[in-house]
């Protein structure tokens, strides 16, 4: 079974640009979640999203927007570029069922640098 | 509010030594907790989680870990460290009872000496 896969592996932008993320969970998988990972400030929570549906968000402005097809794969998209939005930026999907769910697979990464 | 604390930012040990790596919690309930591995450029690896039951834990690679309800504490241990081994190591524990919004640790980077 393939794992989670993202797209771009690394992007380099520029202060004011936007920028989308695509992620493509593992098959079977309904749950998307992404993370930010800086030096600074570790591993956040930025949103999940199941079902077409966001889940939960974590507290990031609101620059920072998600979206999921039916077909699970999900985009995250980062409005208006700034310096501090360099990070590493994980993908990471879960089964989910009416009883229960699983755990947590992470793809390898986005590597977004804004200059 | 949940946290999560790895109070070592970074340990080296030699190759075919012990290891333990500190994870404490702040939840109010019993949490879920993760143990996931980073190696460099790579994305995030499960090595082992602890929902209930036994508080000792067994996971891949050789990496146990045991919970701790009285000392808030859910910490990773292997008993001979490969060179393989090197990576940075995170805790997490699950918020809001969501298996895909976890709250994560800092971190904590192991070297290994040949």
């Known amino acids: 079974k393939a794992g989670v896969t993202q797209t771009p592996r690394y992007l380099i932008k520029t202060r004011g640009q936007q920028v989308t993320l695509s992620c493509s969970p593992i098959?079977?998988?309904?749950?998307v979640s992404w993370y930010q990972q800086t030096p600074g400030q570790g591993l956040q929570f930025l949103f999940e999203?199941?079902?077409?549906?966001?889940?939960n968000k974590g507290n990031f402005p609101g620059r920072f927007s998600g979206r999921q097809f039916s077909n699970s794969r999900s985009e995250m998209n980062v409005s208006t570029l700034e310096l501090g939005d360099s990070a590493l930026y994980l993908c990471?999907?879960?089964?989910?069922?009416?009883?229960?769910?699983?755990?947590?697979?992470f793809g390898p990464g986005t590597r977004l640098t804004v200059l | 509010a949940q946290s999560v604390t790895q109070p070592d930012i970074h340990i080296t040990v030699s190759e075919g030594a012990s290891l333990e790596l500190r994870c404490n919690y702040s939840?109010?309930?019993?949490?879920?907790l993760f143990w996931y591995v980073q190696s460099p450029g790579q994305g995030l690896q499960l090595l082992l989680k602890?929902?209930?039951?036994?508080?000792l834990v067994q996971g891949i690679k050789g990496f146990e870990a045991e919970f701790k309800r009285s000392q808030s504490s859910f910490n990773l241990r292997k008993p001979s460290v490969h060179w393989s081994d090197a990576a940075e190591y995170f805790c997490?524990?699950?918020?809001?009872?969501?298996?895909?919004?976890?709250?994560f640790g800092k971190g904590t980077k192991l070297s290994v000496k040949p």
């Open positions: 990471a999907s879960r089964w989910v069922s009416g009883r229960s769910d699983g755990e947590q697979f």
């Open positions: 098959s079977g998988h309904r749950s």
């Open positions: 999203y199941f079902s077409e549906t966001q889940r």
């Open positions: 939840y109010g309930a019993t949490p879920y």
């Open positions: 602890y929902f209930s039951g036994d508080t």
């Open positions: 997490a524990v699950v918020r809001g009872g969501s298996q895909g919004n976890l709250i």
